[in-house]
């Protein structure tokens, strides 16, 4: 494939990631957007929808007929949770390599997929969060945990967003589980008069999650120790902030053979 670009579909092109994901391929000569998927837009030109003037390239509702039709070398997938399994699943039977930026994949959902990776011999990459502050703040997050275990996370969002906690803040409790010993914070006779006022439980600590417009991706992750405290923040300002990342996970995913996790994992 050296010197012909990188051909792209992407998943939910109409979408607010999607459309920054199509302007991204637009502007990069290493890469050729061939195809949209929406679930109601079959027909219509992608670019009077992201940009205003037609691009000449189509959107389909049917995945399986854009990935036989036009047979991208990579899918990119910024939809839901439901849609975005089902999307992994395909495109991994068709031989297109996913790079997936949508969250709520559940551990067995990932298992599964990473298993269909493994039999296909085909690459993939799922990530929670493509921006790389937020992976550095994931890293940071799990060194610090290691020498004051005593931790919240706070993650924020648009009031649009449909699944909670947010894959970063998943990820990132996970990455604190992994670095400290678990125990239960908090004082041992603690209650609650309104439901859900501490937040979520992981492992012992606690994970709390804000939706409001204006918001686009933060997470605060607060540390605690004997006169003294640590914030580690991160704060997507724009959807531009993610797309390095999926840039970076496009050509990434070709040379892979196995389901890759996180941005961290391809980063050095
Ligand atoms: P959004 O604006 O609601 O866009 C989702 C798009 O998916 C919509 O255009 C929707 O179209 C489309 N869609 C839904 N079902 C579909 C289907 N069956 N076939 C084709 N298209 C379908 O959401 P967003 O803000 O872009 O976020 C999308 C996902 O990315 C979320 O899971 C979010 O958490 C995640 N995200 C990830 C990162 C990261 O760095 N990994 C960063 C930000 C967001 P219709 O409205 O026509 O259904």
């Known amino acids: 494939m050296s010197g012909q670009p990188i051909t792209v579909a992407v998943a939910g092109a109409k979408g607010k990631m999607g459309q920054e994901v199509v302007k991204m391929l637009l502007a990069d000569e290493a890469l050729r957007f061939v195809v949209g998927i929406d679930s109601k837009l079959n027909g219509v030109d992608v670019g009077e929808v992201v940009g205003g003037k037609p691009l000449g390239v189509p959107f389909v509702n049917s995945l399986a007929e854009a990935l036989q039709t036009y047979q991208p ?3 990119v997938d910024f939809t839901t949770p439901h849609t975005a399994y089902q999307h992994t699943a395909t495109a991994i039977e068709y031989g ?3 790079v997936v930026g949508t969250t709520g994949f559940s ?4 298992a599964e997929l990473a298993q269909r990776c493994r039999e296909r011999q085909i690459g993939a990459v799922i990530a ?3 921006a790389i502050g937020a992976v550095l703040c994931m890293k940071f997050a799990a060194i610090a945990a290691k020498y004051m275990p005593h931790v919240e996370i706070i993650e924020l969002h648009h009031d649009q967003k449909l ?8 990820k990132t409790a996970e990455m604190i589980a992994a670095a400290r010993q678990p125990f239960k914070q908090g004082h041992a006779q603690e209650s609650e008069s309104i439901q859900g006022a501490r937040g979520a439980d992981y492992q012992g600590f606690r994970l709390h999650s804000v939706r409001l417009p204006g918001l686009v991706a933060h997470q605060e992750v607060l540390f605690g120790a004997t006169g003294q405290t640590l914030s580690i ?10 797309m390095p990342g999926v840039n970076l996970a496009i050509k990434a995913v070709l040379n892979l053979e196995t389901l ?5 994992n391809l980063l050095d």
């Open 73 to 75: 070398d990579v899918l």
């Open 96 to 98: 297109v390599r996913p």
């Open 107 to 110: 551990p067995a959902q990932l």
């Open 128 to 130: 929670p969060n493509f």
């Open 163 to 170: 699944d909670a906690p947010s894959g970063t803040a998943l």
């Open 233 to 242: 923040r991160h704060d997507s300002l724009s959807r531009e902030s993610f």
């Open 260 to 264: 890759v996790y996180g941005l961290e």
